[in-house]
């Protein structure tokens, strides 16, 4: 995927120091809001693209780590 392109797909958690990358089985990335932990005015894994949120925080995301499960 180009940058642009995960840019519009993701919107500003791509660019939150609290965003946790959760990668599938598949390469496919999700992203999780580490704010969700302790505050419920965020979702877990928020609607993207994300335009606007009063927790934005700039900085860089997790690195991305496989989803544990089994199949
Ligand atoms: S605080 Fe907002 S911008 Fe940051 S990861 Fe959570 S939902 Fe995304």
Same mark, same amino acid.
């Given at each position: 995927?180009? +940058?642009? !392109? @995960? &840019?519009? @797909? ?6 939150? #120091?609290?965003? /946790?990358?959760?990668? $599938?089985r598949? %390469?496919? !990335? =999700? =992203? #999780?809001?580490? /704010?969700? !932990? %302790? !505050?419920? @005015?965020?979702?877990? =894994? +928020? /609607?993207? *693209?994300m335009?606007?949120? %009063?927790? =934005?925080? *700039?900085? &860089?995301p %997790?690195? *991305?780590? #496989? #989803? $544990?499960? @089994? /199949?």
């Amino acid at each position: 995927m180009r +940058p642009a !392109d @995960r &840019e519009d @797909r993701v919107g500003l958690c791509l660019h939150c #120091r609290h965003a /946790r990358v959760v990668r $599938s089985r598949t %390469d496919q !990335d =999700y =992203y #999780r809001c580490g /704010r969700s !932990d %302790d !505050d419920g @005015r965020y979702s877990k =894994y +928020p /609607r993207l *693209p994300m335009l606007s949120c %009063d927790g =934005y925080d *700039p900085g &860089e995301p %997790d690195r *991305p780590h #496989r #989803r $544990s499960g @089994r /199949r």
